[in-house]
C-alpha cells in the first residue's frame, strides 16, 4: 500500500458524460501528478500539481481538466466522454524533500460505453 | 523528445536472473526510474537511478546505466514467481525542485517458469 488512496475504483459511463476522479495524496506529500494507462497509448503523463498550483502539463486533452485543493487532495474531472477515454487513471504524489520518488495510488477503472 | 523503449516479453527459469533492458532517447540530466505492475495493482516503485551513476544496487534489485548508449538494465537475482508482473522503464527531466511527469516505456512482462 503506497498511502496514495483514489476513488472511486471503478466507473461505468455514457459518452458525452462528464466525471470527476478523486485523489488523495500520501501525508506529507505536496505534489499529484496524473496519468493515463491504455492498452494502446501505454501510461501517459496528464498533469502535475504542486501545493495547489499547476506545475507541468502533458498529453492532457482540453477536455479534461485537474485541481489540487488547499487540503492537498486533488480531482480529475473528464468531460464529453468518448469511448476512447475507456483507461486506468492513476494519481501519484511525491514528498518535498523526496521529489523524485512518485507513489502511485491503485487507479481508477474508467469505462465509457 | 523523450522517447523509452523496452521489450513486451521476457521469460526466465525461477532460481535465474532476469535482465529487463530499456533504452531512452532523452540526453538532458535525467532520472530514469524501475516501476513493477502486479494484475490489478498500481505502479509500485522499485529503484531509480541519476544519469551521473553507473550503477546502483538494492538486495536482489541491480540497476546498471550506459550513458553513452542511453541504456538502462534492471537485473533481478534469484527470480522467484512472485516476481512475475510487467516492469515499466521510465524517464523524467528534474527542472528544479523535483521531477517532472515521467515518460513510461510499455512495460515489459517478466514470466516465470517453474
Known amino acids: 500500500d503506497s498511502g496514495v488512496t483514489q476513488t472511486p475504483k471503478h466507473l461505468i459511463t455514457a459518452t458525452g458524460q462528464r466525471v470527476t476522479l478523486r485523489c488523495s495524496p500520501r501525508?506529507?506529500?505536496?505534489?499529484v501528478y496524473w496519468y493515463q494507462q491504455s492498452l494502446d497509448q501505454g501510461l501517459q503523463f496528464l498533469i502535475q500539481y504542486y501545493n495547489g498550483e499547476e506545475r507541468a502539463k502533458g498529453n492532457i486533452l482540453e477536455r479534461f481538466s485537474a485541481q489540487q485543493f488547499p487540503d492537498l487532495h486533488s480531482e480529475l474531472n473528464l468531460s464529453s466522454l468518448e469511448l476512447g477515454d475507456s483507461a486506468l487513471y492513476f494519481c501519484?504524489?511525491?514528498?518535498?524533500?523526496?521529489?523524485?520518488?512518485?507513489?502511485f495510488g491503485p487507479g481508477t477503472r474508467l469505462t465509457v460505453t | 523528445g523523450e522517447d523509452v523503449e523496452q521489450s513486451l516479453f521476457l521469460s526466465v527459469r525461477e532460481g535465474d536472473s532476469s535482465v529487463i533492458n530499456c533504452t531512452y532517447t532523452d540526453s538532458s540530466s535525467t532520472y530514469l526510474y524501475w516501476y513493477k505492475q502486479e494484475p490489478g495493482a498500481g505502479l509500485q516503485l522499485l529503484t531509480y537511478i541519476f544519469s551521473n551513476m553507473d550503477m546502483k544496487q538494492d538486495q536482489r534489485l541491480t540497476v546498471l546505466l550506459n550513458k553513452k548508449d542511453k541504456h538502462l538494465s534492471l537485473r533481478i537475482a534469484d527470480t522467484q514467481t512472485g516476481d512475475s508482473a510487467i516492469y515499466f522503464c521510465a524517464e523524467s527531466i528534474n527542472s528544479g525542485g523535483g521531477a517532472d511527469g515521467l515518460t513510461f516505456g510499455k512495460g515489459t512482462h517478466l514470466i516465470i517458469q517453474p
Open positions: 501519484a504524489s511525491s514528498p518535498p524533500a523526496r521529489g523524485l520518488e512518485q507513489y
Open positions: 501525508s506529507g506529500d505536496l505534489s
